[in-house]
């Protein structure tokens, strides 16, 4: 193939060179591979569910910028509901209530919380004379008659700022919402947020047992980020090994060659992870798939060095002399391949998302590892110990002969019906429909996903968009016209589709209004002068209990508002063109200061596919670029080379349009798909290719016969590479975190299509298009 | 050795250590931590007492996370009233809106203070309902706790150690809140012991945690005798926000009594 006499001399050397010094090799791999374990206990697993935000992120930067303007919006959110789920008091029994108070009460105490709103601490205003009274909705939960039930029943359901967000519309789910301000980068502090929500939630169990509960919030969610990070690391790695052992004793039938194959795919492992610890690299449930996939894709290189060795032991060659053969052969093939895999792996650096990044690169390492390991500790391995050559059930050869005649002879209708399926399968491409949704990334394994469930399906949404409302300059949001403009937009927002909940200062001042008049419900309406609203807002903040105040709603320049809108299992399509309405709206309706955009935790998983696919756009077509380069000079043939764009680019727009017909939601793990697949898949191309070449070259075979040879040579080494690595992605696919769970099943998917397209569209296209002399 | 407070020096070291021990057992003899703490804030009251009344400006510069600053302006008096508790009268300038906004305080020893606002544009005093002298004060990290003179009967004292402050040393004593309306469980306060002012103190919320410090830079001393800060900074340690509270053009002695601190006053003031 593309070994020229001089290089292969210089790999017949290399050879020889392993096999003498085969001890200082497997003494210096040892070390060596110790040396970067080491490294691992430097490993930080990180929880942050902001992680897959890059620092320049435009929505992350927005949002931080509305935090750092208001509060910072890190929340626990305590739902409660009575078990007997048959009518009844809902939540306005005293059992109920005590348990809300109690839960206010501790909310106060969990470490960074700053805020706590509940039922019963809302602060209820109403006037008294002149005395205008701010107190918390259910003061006391000692002695509560029936008919303190009702009033705080009828005030709570009838009140615009907990509806739907504090207490459900049918008065049978309440909540208590915590926030915290956590310290920055601090994996501890969530640990011990969210295990002190734990046993506060135990507590409330145990003192009232006849209510349920369920925890969210974005800390819980960063807590379950943590967890499924946990949970990969754990379960995954030893599911691969277990999975690679089977799969190798199987292939190879040789407990030497297994052993080795499994030490080179654990030392890549090792050697990518404790690089990442060493180099301090952040862990994250974005990037925990590493290993798993290190193993996977580091597989290939020992097989086809050990399967080629046994190959020449069966035909004869006596141990010394087939591992010589088998690094002869192989070296160039596997180095290639090498290569085209790290490149793809490296694009992912073209990614938003950082924990793609560490991924790409640690994958990349792990690869070219594994390349070396194959090449120098292998050998020196099945050298020193002893290596048994089972005779070889001829079935498979056999059956590759037939396969391959069988393809030569429906060669046009293979083409012209994979060509159909091709198309068929990429016209679903349209169908794929990017949803990241935070919530749903963990599936129902998690407690925490199904807590969310219930509270979405009872009491409130999961899904903000935030507003911060410039009213254009300092103390102008006390101006009748701004807060008219504001409450224009707030009931807009309220008709929209999916928006349960609106939180708007004008509702503030309208109660304001209204207490000051004697309670007048004629009243409850924006204050017609600008001093006057001031000067409420001053007596109503004047009134407010610790903790209690509008700094999370007001700037301290009372120039501007935060307007919080909560919306009600919306895809983050729905997410994208509700904010993009509601952009537009203001754009249109309001004054020009006004004009804001929408942001918060919900725009930033929203926009996290779309933003990363652009950025991935350009690292894959590079990639592809790249490596469609190589292939063109490794086989020296510059149409071929272009042809073979054709069975590696196609296979993953099939994948996504199966998606598309089949699943239809995929999250940000699409983005980097098809880069890292093109550089796995073209491995296949490169052998299949690389024999057909050969064939045509240096046997003079016409197109036909150099598809029958190539088949009969690599065809079985092609399907069993592509079964380990298919196996491999989906190991990874039973993670319960999506995005893992998509990128293995994707990939899995196009590497397994990518064989067929190898099998059944190559062959017959080379047979059509490469007529030339035979 | 905070039982020989007056005259160690006469004491040789020896002695003084074989006083320490004999005595160290026998604490009903010695004066407590809680005894220290409030001898030294009633140390405190007693050397300010007889100021009459006093009038100053107050300027707070609010900041947020982003650096973003806002300023509010107030003229306070204050009124002595050793029978109950002080009065004071809190005459808003800036934001133009408020202007003329005026909080009349009557602070009383152990019952909740009684508080009422004057609304300029209704031209009406409203009361204030109780309790809420532990929220943010016009959106700064002061509570109005922390803002003015806060009677002893409402929190109970301990000493905790000395410690050099600057080229002095101070007490370091925490007290905590009798009533249950404050934001904090306790404050750590440094006193001077050279004339008994606050430089720093620190306060911890609910879940004691350390929320925010107080830190006085520099005082000035008025007829006198009365000491009082130019200048006050908190800073909340939790939301990374801070607020300047600058005292300005302090006037003692000002023809105020009584009359001036009622809520008919209130309409009248400026």
Not at chain 1, 261 to 288: E, H, R
Not at chain 1, 358 to 385: D, E, K, M, Q, R
Not at chain 1, 656 to 678: D, E, K, Q
Request: proline share 4%; aromatic share 10%.
């Amino acid at each position: 193939m593309t070994d020229t006499a001089i290089s292969a001399t210089r790999v017949e050397r290399f050879g020889t060179g392993v096999l003498r010094w085969r001890w200082p090799i497997l003494a210096l791999t040892i070390l060596f591979v110790t040396a970067m374990a080491a490294g691992g206990q430097y490993l930080k697993i990180s929880n942050d569910s902001r992680i897959f935000f890059s620092e320049d992120n435009p929505q992350l930067i927005a949002f931080e910028a509305l935090e750092a303007t208001y509060t910072e919006a890190n929340t626990v959110l305590i739902a409660v509901a009575p078990k007997d789920e048959s009518g009844g008091a809902g939540i306005f029994t005293p059992d109920a209530l005590t348990a809300v108070a109690e839960l206010t009460e501790q909310g106060w105490l969990l470490p960074y919380s700053t805020r706590v709103d509940s039922l019963t601490n809302f602060s209820h205003s109403w006037a008294d004379g002149d005395e205008l009274i701010v107190e918390d909705l259910v003061a006391d939960t000692a002695d509560l008659s029936a008919a303190d039930l009702a009033r705080i029943e009828d005030i709570a359901l009838n009140e615009i700022q907990l509806v739907n967000r504090l207490v459900g519309a049918d008065g049978r789910t309440t909540a208590v919402l915590v926030n915290f301000v956590m310290p920055d980068d601090d994996v501890e502090a969530v640990e011990e947020v969210s295990d002190q929500v734990k046993k506060v939630v135990e507590k409330a169990r145990e003192n009232h047992p006849d209510l349920n509960y369920y925890v969210t919030g974005s800390v819980i969610t960063s807590r379950a980020f943590g967890d499924a990070t946990m949970d990969d690391l754990s379960t995954l790695g030893p599911i691969i090994i277990v999975v690679i052992f089977i799969v190798m004793a199987f292939l190879l039938r040789s407990i030497t060659g297994t052993i080795a194959t499994l030490l080179v795919v654990l030392f890549a492992a090792i050697t990518a992870m404790g690089f990442a610890g060493w180099s301090g690299m952040v862990l994250s449930s974005g990037n925990v798939g590493a290993p798993t996939i290190i193993m996977t894709v580091a597989i290939a290189h020992s097989v086809h060095v050990i399967s080629t060795v046994m190959l020449g032991m069966r035909s004869g060659l006596d141990k010394r002399e087939a591992i010589l053969e088998s690094l002869r052969v192989n070296f160039h093939p596997v180095f290639l391949t090498t290569i085209t895999t790290a490149i793809g792996f490296l694009s992912m650096n073209f990614s938003d998302a950082p924990p793609f990044h560490n991924l790409g690169n640690l994958v990349a390492l792990g690869v070219v590892s594994a390349f070396v390991f194959a090449l120098t500790f292998v050998p020196a391995f099945i050298y020193i110990l002893p290596l048994r050559v089972r005779p070889r059930v001829e079935g498979q050869k056999a059956f590759f002969d037939a396969f391959g005649e069988f393809v030569v002879r429906r060669r046009a209708l293979l083409l012209w019906g994979m060509a159909a399926i091709m198309i068929g399968l990429a016209a679903g491409v349209p169908q794929v429909e990017l949803n990241d949704n935070w919530t749903k990334y963990f599936d129902e394994r998690y407690e925490f996903r199904r807590d969310t469930d219930y509270i979405i399906n009872n009491l409130t949404g999961v899904e903000a968009f935030e507003f911060s409302l410039p009213a254009g300059g300092e103390g102008a949001i006390n101006d009748p016209e701004y807060i008219a403009n504001v409450d224009r937009f707030a009931e807009w927002y309220r008709g929209q589709p999916k928006i349960i909940h609106v939180s708007a200062f004008p509702d503030i001042m309208k109660r304001l209004n209204k207490n000051m008049h004697g309670d007048d419900p004629a009243y409850y309406r924006i204050p017609d002068e600008h001093d006057l609203a001031a000067q409420y807002l001053l007596l109503y903040e004047l009134s407010l209990p610790f903790g209690r105040d509008l700094n999370d709603q007001i700037d301290i320049a009372k120039s501007a508002t935060r307007m919080t809108v909560i919306g009600r299992d919306m895809s983050a399509k729905e997410q994208r063109a509700s904010a993009d309405a509601a952009n537009q709206w203001l754009k249109d309706n309001m004054p020009e200061g006004m004009a804001t955009e929408a942001t918060g935790l919900t725009m930033m998983f929203a926009y996290i596919s779309k933003r990363n696919i652009e950025g991935m756009l350009r690292g894959t077509v590079i990639a592809m670029a790249l490596i469609s380069l190589i292939l063109i000079v490794a086989l020296k043939s510059l149409p071929i080379g272009l042809l073979s764009l054709v069975p590696n680019f196609v296979p993953a727009a099939m994948a996504f349009g199966l998606w598309g017909y089949l699943i239809g939601n995929v999250g940000v793990a699409a983005s980097v798909v098809t880069a890292v697949t093109f550089g796995i898949v073209v491995d296949d191309t490169i052998h299949f290719l690389s024999k057909y070449l050969r064939a045509r070259r240096e046997r003079k075979l016409d197109a036909q016969n150099a598809v029958r040879f190539a088949f009969r040579s690599v065809g079985h080494a092609l399907w069993t590479t592509t079964a380990v690595l298919a196996a491999g992605f989906v190991v990874l696919s039973t993670s319960g975190f999506e995005v893992n769970w998509s990128l293995g099943v994707l990939t899995a998917m196009t590497i397994v299509i990518a064989l067929a397209a190898d099998f059944f569209f190559l062959p017959p296209l080379l047979m059509k298009l490469d007529r030339s002399k035979s | 050795m905070n039982f020989l407070p007056r005259r160690p020096a006469a004491f040789f070291p020896a002695l003084a250590i074989a006083a320490a021990f004999a005595f160290g057992w026998l604490p009903a003899l010695a004066e407590s931590p809680e005894e220290k703490g409030l001898r030294i804030a009633l140390e405190a009251e007693a050397r300010d007492r007889g100021f009459g009344n006093y009038t100053a400006d107050q300027t707070m510069v609010l900041r947020n996370k982003r650096g973003q600053e806002s300023e509010r302006h107030l003229r306070i008096s204050v009124l002595e009233n050793e029978a109950d508790g002080d009065k004071s009268l809190i005459v808003f300038n800036r934001p133009r809106d408020v202007k003329g906004t005026a909080m009349l305080t009557h602070s009383h020893k152990v019952e909740d203070d009684d508080q009422w606002l004057y609304l300029p544009a209704l031209k009406r005093v409203k009361r204030i309902s109780s309790s809420n002298k532990a929220g943010s004060f016009m959106g700064s990290e002061f509570a109005y706790e922390d803002m003015t003179s806060q009677e002893i009967e409402k929190y109970t004292y301990r000493w905790l150690r000395d410690e050099p402050c600057g080229e002095m040393t101070c007490w370091v004593s925490e007290r905590a809140p009798v009533g249950k309306n404050s934001g904090y469980t306790r404050q750590v306060s440094w006193v001077d012991q050279d004339e008994y002012r606050i430089w720093k103190v620190e306060y911890y919320d609910r879940k004691k945690m350390h929320l925010k410090t107080l830190t006085v830079p520099s005082h000035q001393q008025y007829l006198d005798k009365h000491w009082r800060a130019d200048e006050m900074m908190m800073v909340n340690h939790l939301t990374g926000k801070s607020t300047r509270l600058i005292w300005q053009n302090y006037a003692f002695g000002a023809d105020l009594d009584d009359s001036d601190f009622t809520k008919v006053s209130l309409k009248r003031a400026r």
